[in-house]
C-alpha cells in the first residue's frame, strides 16, 4: 500500500516538473522572439534615420544648385536688359539712315546735289558740335605730360591687382584703398601716413558697398565713389561715401562687351578724372579695338560727348586722362618697362605728330591700374601689388 501511494506521488512529480519545464521553454522562445522583433524595428528605425539623413543632404545640395542657377538667371537677366538697350541704341541709328536713304530715293534727279549738301551741313554740324564740346571742357586747360621726374613706392600691401585713390576735390588728404578685382569693401584712410602705417587697418573706417564693383577702374571725384558693377555689362554705380547710398545709375551704351585693355583682361570700363572732371575708357565692338572716351557729368549720370581714338588696346596694360587728352601706358605681355606711346587730345591742342614716347621709371612693372591725380599732377599705379606714385614733368601743349 505504501509502495502504490510513493509511486502516486513520484508520476505526481514528475509531471509537474514537466509542465513547468514546458511553460519554461515557450517564455524562453517568446522572449526570443521578442528580442528578434525589437531589432528589426531597431534595424528599420536605423535605416529610416540613415534614409533621412541622405535626403536632408541632397535636399541642401539641391537648393545650393538653384540658389546659384537663380543668381546666374540675374545676372543673365541683366546683361539681356544691358544688350537691348544696347541693341535699340543701334536700331534709331539705323531707322534715322534708313530714313535719310528713304528721303534720298524721292528725289533721284538731285541726288547727288542732296548727298553733298548733307554732307556739307553734317560737317558744320559736327565743327559746331566740337567747338561747343570745347567751350564745355575749358579749352585753357593746357598742359601735357613731358616725361617723369620721380618714383615713389608708397606701400605694398593687398592683392596684386587693386585701386588706390585720392578724391581732388573733397576731403583731398583721404586715401581711398580697394583691393581685389572684385570686393565690396572700401577702406577710407585719413590721411598717406594713416595708410603707411604697419597697423593700418586697424585705423581705417570701413566702408561697405551695396554691390561689388568689377575691375580696377572706378574713381573718387567730389565724395562719390564711382565704379562699374561686377555682373553687369555696362552699369556705372554713383555711391555717396559718407551717406553710404547710391546716388545714380549710368549705362554706359556700347561698352562692358569686350575687355579696355589687352593686358588687363579684369577691367571693361576704366573710369578716370582729371581738371575737366569724370571720364570713362572703354572699347566697342565696331572701332576695331581701338579705345573709346566719353565725357560723363557726374552730377546728372548722363553722358556729354564720345570720342572714338586712335589708340589700340592690343599690348595696353592702362589708362588716364589730363587735360582732356588720353595716354594710353603699354607694356609687353610678360611684363617690363611700361612706356606711354599713344597720346589722343580731345580738344586737338597737341600735335599728333609730335607725340613722343614717354618710358616710365626704370623698373620691371606690371600696372594693374593708372590714375592722374590733377589737385598735386600725379599719377597714382598699383604695380603688381605695390602702391607707386609718379611725380609728373609738364609742359605747355603745341
Known amino acids: 500500500m505504501a509502495a502504490i501511494q510513493l509511486r502516486f506521488l513520484l508520476v505526481s512529480f514528475f509531471t509537474s516538473i514537466a509542465g513547468e519545464a514546458q511553460y519554461v521553454m515557450q517564455d524562453a522562445g517568446l522572449v526570443h522572439y521578442m528580442d528578434r522583433r525589437i531589432l528589426s524595428i531597431e534595424n528599420r528605425l536605423n535605416k529610416c534615420n540613415q534614409d533621412i539623413a541622405d535626403y536632408v543632404q541632397e535636399f541642401r545640395e539641391f537648393s545650393k544648385r538653384m540658389m546659384s542657377r537663380l543668381e546666374g538667371l540675374n545676372v543673365l537677366k541683366t546683361d539681356l536688359k544691358n544688350d537691348v538697350d544696347h541693341l535699340l541704341t543701334r536700331v534709331e541709328r539705323a531707322q534715322r539712315e534708313i530714313d535719310y536713304f528713304e528721303s534720298a530715293k524721292e528725289s533721284p534727279d538731285t541726288c547727288v546735289e542732296v548727298d553733298e549738301?548733307?554732307?556739307?551741313?553734317?560737317?558744320?554740324?559736327?565743327?559746331?558740335?566740337?567747338q561747343k564740346v570745347k567751350l564745355m571742357l575749358n579749352a585753357s586747360c593746357n598742359h601735357m605730360i613731358a616725361g617723369f621726374k620721380s618714383l615713389k613706392i608708397v606701400k605694398k600691401s593687398g592683392d596684386t591687382q587693386g585701386s588706390w585713390l585720392k578724391d581732388p576735390i573733397k576731403n583731398p588728404q583721404k586715401i581711398y584703398f580697394l583691393t581685389g578685382v572684385k570686393n565690396k569693401i572700401v577702406m577710407e584712410f585719413a590721411n598717406i601716413r594713416a595708410f603707411t602705417e604697419s597697423g593700418e587697418k586697424q585705423s581705417a573706417r570701413r566702408v561697405n558697398l551695396p554691390f561689388p564693383w568689377q575691375g580696377t577702374g572706378h574713381v573718387v571725384y567730389d565724395g562719390f565713389l564711382f565704379y562699374h558693377k561686377f555682373g553687369s555689362l555696362n552699369e556705372i554705380i554713383k555711391f555717396d561715401i559718407q551717406k553710404r547710398?547710391?546716388?545714380?545709375?549710368?549705362?554706359?551704351?556700347?561698352?562692358?562687351?569686350?575687355?579696355?585693355?589687352?593686358?588687363?583682361?579684369?577691367?571693361?570700363?576704366?573710369l578716370a578724372v582729371d581738371e575737366l572732371g569724370l571720364w570713362a575708357i572703354h572699347t566697342e565692338p565696331d572701332t576695331g579695338r581701338k579705345l573709346v572716351i566719353s565725357k560723363i557729368n557726374y552730377e546728372t549720370m548722363a553722358v556729354e560727348y564720345t570720342w572714338d581714338t586712335s589708340c589700340k588696346s592690343q599690348n595696353a596694360e592702362a589708362a588716364f586722362m589730363m587735360c582732356g587728352a588720353l595716354y594710353v601706358v603699354y607694356n609687353s605681355?610678360?611684363?617690363g618697362t611700361s612706356h606711354i606711346k599713344c597720346i589722343y587730345d580731345t580738344l586737338d591742342a597737341i600735335n599728333p605728330y609730335e607725340i613722343p614716347t614717354l618710358p616710365f621709371p626704370k623698373r620691371q612693372t606690371s600696372h594693374s591700374m593708372v590714375h592722374?591725380?590733377?589737385?598735386?599732377?600725379?599719377?597714382?599705379?598699383?604695380d603688381n601689388g605695390s602702391q607707386v606714385i609718379y611725380k609728373l614733368l609738364t609742359k605747355l601743349k603745341n
Open 117 to 130: 549738301d548733307l554732307v556739307e551741313q553734317q560737317l558744320m554740324e559736327q565743327e559746331e558740335s566740337k
Open 372 to 382: 592722374y591725380y590733377p589737385r598735386e599732377k600725379q599719377l597714382f599705379a598699383w
Open 245 to 270: 547710398n547710391v546716388t545714380g545709375q549710368l549705362l554706359l551704351s556700347g561698352a562692358g562687351e569686350t575687355f579696355a585693355y589687352d593686358l588687363l583682361p579684369s577691367t571693361k570700363i576704366d
Open 333 to 335: 605681355p610678360g611684363g
